[in-house]
T-cell receptor
Framework: DAGVIQSPRHEVTEMGQEVTLRCKPISGHNSLFWYRQTMMRGLELLIYFNNNVPIDDSGMPEDRFSAKMPNASFSTLKIQPSEPRDSAVYFC??????????????FGQGTRLTVV | GQSLEQPSEVTAVEGAIVQINCTYQTSGFYGLSWYQQHDGGAPTFLSYNALDGLEETGRFSSFLSRSDSYGYLLLQELQMKDSASYFCASRTYTGGFKTIFGAGTRLFVKA
C-alpha cells in the first residue's frame, strides 16, 4: 500500500480564494482524521470520520471550513474563503478501528498551505 | 476537556538516555501513543500503551500509569538522528476512536 496520499503537497493561494485539500486513506482503514499543524497551536484535530461518517467536528475553526468523505477512499477539506491565518500544514491520517496494535494512525505527508 | 502536558524542549548528548514525560486529562481514555516528527516530515508512530507498564521496542520504551494519568517515552543510546519532536497522544473514544496530540517535545541530541 502506498500509504495515506495527500494532494497537493504545497498550495499558495490568495486571501478570499477557495482551497480544497484531498486525501486518500489507506485501504481498509475505517477512521480518517484531518489535523492542522502550526508553530503556535501544534497539532490540532479538526475533524474525524468513522466509516465515512463525521463523528466529531468540534475542532473545525469556523464555518469557512468544511470536510466531506463521500466514500471510503476519498476525503476533502475545503476552506472558503481562505484567510492568511489559515496558513499551516494540514495532515490527513487514517487508522483501523481497534484497541490493540492497530491503533496506529498513519499520516500523509501533509499539504503546506500558504494564504497571502 | 482534553489536554496533554509535556516539556517543550529537552537536550541530551549522543549515547545518553532521555525520558520525556507526559501527563494527560482526557475523557474516554483508551491508551497513550507516542509519535516522532522530524522537521518537514509527518508524524510517525513509535509506540502505544493500553495497559499499565512498560513497552519496549528496540532503543525506545514507553510507560503508562493509568492511575496517575502519566506516561513517558524513554530513548536509550541516543543518536543524532533522534533529534526530532516527540508527541504524546491520547487515544480516546467518543462515538469513535480519535487521537489527540500534546504540544510536542523538541529533542536536541548533541555530539
Amino acid at each position: 500500500d502506498a500509504g495515506v496520499i495527500q494532494s497537493p503537497r504545497h498550495e499558495v493561494t490568495e486571501m478570499g480564494q477557495e482551497v480544497t485539500l484531498r486525501c486518500k486513506p489507506i485501504s481498509g482503514h475505517n477512521s480518517l482524521f484531518w489535523y492542522r499543524q502550526t508553530m503556535m497551536r501544534g497539532l490540532e484535530l479538526l475533524i474525524y470520520f468513522n466509516n465515512n461518517v463525521p463523528i466529531d467536528d468540534s475542532g473545525m475553526p469556523e464555518d469557512r471550513f468544511s470536510a466531506k468523505m463521500p466514500n471510503a477512499s476519498f476525503s476533502t477539506l475545503k476552506i472558503q474563503p481562505s484567510e492568511p491565518r489559515d496558513s499551516a500544514v494540514y495532515f490527513c491520517a487514517s487508522s483501523a478501528r481497534g484497541q490493540g496494535a492497530d491503533t496506529e494512525a498513519f499520516f500523509g505527508q501533509g499539504t503546506r498551505l500558504t494564504v497571502v | 476537556g482534553q489536554s496533554l502536558e509535556q516539556p517543550s524542549e529537552v537536550t541530551a548528548v549522543e549515547g545518553a538516555i532521555v525520558q520525556i514525560n507526559c501527563t494527560y486529562q482526557t475523557s474516554g481514555f483508551y491508551g497513550l501513543s507516542w509519535y516522532q516528527q522530524h522537521d518537514g516530515g509527518a508524524p510517525t508512530f513509535l509506540s502505544y500503551n493500553a495497559l499499565d507498564g512498560l513497552e519496549e521496542t528496540g532503543r525506545f520504551s514507553s510507560f503508562l500509569s493509568r492511575s496517575d494519568s502519566y506516561g513517558y517515552l524513554l530513548l536509550q543510546e541516543l543518536q543524532m538522528k533522534d533529534s526530532a519532536s516527540y508527541f504524546c497522544a491520547s487515544r480516546t473514544y467518543t462515538g469513535g476512536f480519535k487521537t489527540i496530540f500534546g504540544a510536542g517535545t523538541r529533542l536536541f541530541v548533541k555530539a
